[in-house]
Nanobody, 115 residues
């Protein structure tokens, strides 16, 4: 069974930065996309950023220009650099890997932006 280790979350003030990291416990082959989702209290889980196997990226409008996704397919790691964080970015963030073998989720990591 694949497990993920997520790190980098925490409590920051508005305008500060965080870098989330997600690493798989074992190799995942034939990856289509690697991404990050988030879920705020009382809201549905939403896609934040996606990186395709060809290197294309997609971002939610709310984070464009502030978040950057990078990843290494061969190492099964994915990162999310977040700058200029806002209170509305507060949520539990989940990494996601979608491959021909299925869809895999991290356990979630809390990001709180508050003054």
């Amino acid at each position: 069974q694949v497990q993920f280790v997520e790190s980098g979350g925490g409590l920051v003030q508005p305008g500060e930065s965080l870098r989330l990291a997600c690493a798989s416990s074992r190799s995942i082959f034939d990856i289509y996309t690697m991404g990050w989702y988030r879920q705020a209290p009382g809201k549905q889980r939403e896609e934040v950023a996606r990186l395709t196997s060809s290197g294309n990226t997609h971002y939610a409008d709310s984070v464009k220009g502030r978040f950057t996704i990078t990843g290494h397919n061969a190492e099964n790691t994915v990162y999310l650099q977040m700058i200029n964080l806002k209170p509305e970015d507060t949520a539990v963030y989940y990494c996601n890997i979608y491959s021909s073998y299925g869809q895999y989720w991290g356990q979630g990591i809390q990001v709180t932006v508050s003054s």
